[in-house]
């Protein structure tokens, strides 16, 4: 099993809908949660960082994160063409930017409609 | 700017060389780290370092070497014995719990 599942996708919505994504986990360990957005040919850039459960709100994006259940969330609001990329979730047990690194998803490919 | 400088852009191996890829920091922080991605696969991780002249082997370090002789720089080379080192490269640093990439290398085999 997988430490981190994340479904490819491609997910395609409409502009202004609002979009879920969703990674699952199953190292327990786990406390330290990030979504990453990618750009095609770019750098990930950090989204969304939070610490064990609970949400994380910042401005049309909020993060869910349900230990108890090991699953993750990141939700877009008022999506826009702008959003489109892949998102990849991201953990890691320690509180050092992952001192051994971070574990990832394989990313979602998101594409808001116009 | 403080950022986290990748170069070069692109890069081609040809076969039996060994390669450098360049990693520069302005940001102070202390942690760095290499990760390699695969299309349709996730980031993993080659090396880390925590301190200047100290650094860790990831879960796919076979094929790579690294070295952190300044705060700023952590170079890495892809050698001749990674067998598939076509990939998209990229290197990252962290405070407080929170990593920051740079923009990748493109590396591909001539």
């Known amino acids: 099993q997988k430490e981190v599942e994340q479904d490819p996708g491609p997910l395609s919505v409409p502009e202004g809908a609002i979009v879920s994504l969703n990674c699952t986990y199953s190292?327990?360990?786990?406390?330290?949660f990030m979504w990453y957005r990618q750009y095609s040919r770019k750098g990930p850039e950090l989204l969304m960082y939070?610490?064990?459960?609970g949400n994380k709100e910042d401005g049309r994006f909020t993060a869910q994160v349900d230990k108890s259940s090991k699953y993750i969330s990141l939700f877009i609001r008022d999506s826009q063409p702008s959003d489109s990329a892949t998102y990849l979730c991201?953990?890691?047990?320690?509180?050092?930017?992952?001192?051994?690194?971070?574990?990832f998803g394989k990313g979602t490919h998101l594409i808001i409609q116009p | 700017d403080g950022g986290i400088t990748q170069s070069p852009k692109y890069l081609f191996r040809k076969e039996g060389q060994n390669v450098t890829l360049s990693c520069e920091q302005n940001l102070n922080h202390d942690a760095m780290y290499w990760y390699r991605q695969d299309p349709g696969q996730g980031l993993r991780l080659i090396y880390y370092?925590?301190?200047?002249?100290?650094?860790q082997k990831g879960d796919i370090a076979e094929g790579y070497s690294v070295s952190r002789e300044k705060k700023e720089s952590f170079p890495l080379t892809v050698t001749s014995a990674q067998k598939n080192p076509t990939a998209f490269y990229l290197c990252?640093?962290?405070?407080?719990?929170?990593?920051?990439f740079g923009a990748g290398t493109r590396l591909s085999v001539l």
């Open positions: 990252a640093s962290s405070i407080f719990g929170q990593q920051y």
């Open positions: 370092s925590q301190i200047v002249n100290d650094f």
């Open positions: 939070t610490y064990s459960s």
């Open positions: 190292n327990s360990a786990f406390q330290y």
């Open positions: 991201a953990m890691s047990h320690d509180s050092g930017g992952g001192a051994d690194g971070l574990t």
